[in-house]
């Protein structure tokens, strides 16, 4: 979201099945799974989600500079991979493990989840620290923003790592609770602020659609080419949200 969100382009293979195995195997993947980032001209395979988010947030100029604000940046990523469970849930499971774990989901994690974030918005939109009165309601500025306290507008105010992290989150969950944000007005405010960015709103409208969840979870693009982890090919390749099989 990060690469598509600043216009830069990159490769996206997705691979399952016999497939994988052969590849882990040769030792391709360090830590022996995906997803990883290969980058070009360097030799080298990046592991680890966090630090592909971290590169990509870099190179997409979505990590502050500022040591506070990464910092604050960080401090809701993080509690975004806690809340990584619904990739799976949304993505793999089926049958009784699908419902047990969406149960646990929905009632354990989400409920102390969602008032932090919401409180954390708050804070993001307060009274600037120089004194005055903050012309924002929460969810009108992002996680890590700072309200300049002179002009009375937001300073820095760009999504960081930390907004895309949740809001991937928050998306797949509401794939199956729709109304999840339901009482939660900062966090409605922001996602809407969020879905408006234009490049990302062309990457959502886009990339292929999440269907069969919880029976056979599978990613349908809109020419109806839809890939399982029954698929065959077990190598596939997105190219402006459509499957391609050849490289």
Known sequence: ??????????????????????????????WGKTPVLQLAGAGRTVAQSGAIARWSARRAGCYPTSPARAALADSVYELGQELCTINPLVNCYTGHDFERIRHHYFSDVMPQALPQLERELERAAAAPA???????RPGEVYFAS???????????????????????????????????????????????????????????????????????????DRQGVRVTQRSPEGQAWLRDGLWCFDD
């Open 1 to 30: 979201m990060m690469l598509a969100h600043s216009g830069i382009e990159y490769d996206d293979e997705a691979i399952w099945g016999a497939e994988f195995q052969r590849r882990k195997a040769t030792g391709e993947f360090p």
């Open 130 to 136: 120089g004194g005055g009165v903050s012309p924002f």
């Open 146 to 220: 700072e309200v300049e306290p002179r002009e009375g507008s937001a300073a820095a105010d760009e999504p960081t790592l930390a907004d895309f992290n949740i809001f991937h989150h928050l998306d797949n969950a509401q794939l199956l609770e729709p109304d999840l944000l339901h009482g939660y007005p900062a966090l409605l405010r922001w996602q809407e602020r969020m879905r408006a960015l234009p490049r990302l709103q062309l990457f959502l409208e886009n990339r292929p659609v999440l269907n069969g969840i919880g029976e056979d979870p599978g990613l349908e």
